[in-house]
C-alpha cells in the first residue's frame, strides 16, 4: 500500500503529500469560518471538490461539474449508521467503516477486501511518534480523488459523532 501523510489530524484543515510513479503529489484542505462552512480540497493548485457542511439537512458535494447531496452519493449504512457506502468511478461499490479508533474502506462485496486505511498520529508515549497517515492500495490509485474526498467526508463525520453534541452553555 502506498501512504499518504496528513500535516494534521483536521481533515478540514490539513495538507496531504504522497508519491506514486508520476512523482510527488499533494492535497490541500481549508474550511474558512463561515455561516455555511464549506470545504475546499485541491490537488496541486486546481479544486477538485467542495463539501458544503450541512447540521440538520444532507450536505452537499460538489466535484466533477455536479453537485448532489451526501444522503445520495455516499448514504449511511448499518444499525449505527457508520457504515458509508458509494458507487466508484471504476463502477464498483465501496465502503468506509468508522470504528472508535481506524476508518477502513473495503471494496463492497464478498469477500470483502480492504483498500485504504486511516491511521490516526500517535504522540509517541507508547511506541514511536507517528503523523496521521492514510495507507491506499495501489489497485485503486486510479481513482486517488475520489478516495480523498470520500475520506475528508467521512472522517469529520466520525470525528464530529466521536466529540458528540456540543453542550449547552
Known amino acids: 500500500m502506498g501512504t499518504l501523510t496528513l500535516s494534521t489530524e483536521d481533515v478540514c484543515e490539513t495538507v496531504i503529500t504522497g508519491t506514486n510513479e508520476q512523482g510527488q503529489f499533494l492535497y490541500r484542505t481549508n474550511t474558512p469560518f463561515a455561516f455555511f462552512n464549506t470545504t475546499t480540497i485541491r490537488k496541486g493548485r486546481e479544486v477538485i471538490a467542495e463539501i458544503e457542511w450541512h447540521s440538520w439537512s444532507s450536505s452537499k458535494l460538489r466535484f ?24 466508484g468511478p ?13 476508518v477502513v474502506l473495503s471494496r463492497n462485496e464478498e469477500p470483502r477486501t480492504e483498500v485504504a486505511r486511516y491511521h490516526w498520529a500517535t504522540l509517541g508515549i507508547i511506541g ?5 497517515t492514510l495507507e ?18 467521512v472522517e469529520k463525520i466520525r470525528r464530529d459523532k466521536e466529540r458528540g453534541p456540543d453542550p449547552v452553555p
Open 128 to 132: 514511536r511518534k507517528r503523523k496521521a
Open 136 to 153: 491506499v492500495s495501489p489497485g485503486v490509485a486510479h481513482m486517488m480523488d475520489t478516495i480523498i474526498i470520500t475520506f475528508i467526508y
Open 90 to 102: 471504476d463502477g464498483r461499490s465501496y465502503r468506509w467503516d468508522l470504528h472508535r479508533s481506524v
Open 64 to 87: 466533477n461539474g455536479t453537485e448532489v447531496e451526501t444522503q445520495n452519493f455516499i448514504p449511511a449504512r448499518g444499525y449505527l449508521r457508520r457504515k458509508y457506502v458509494f458507487t
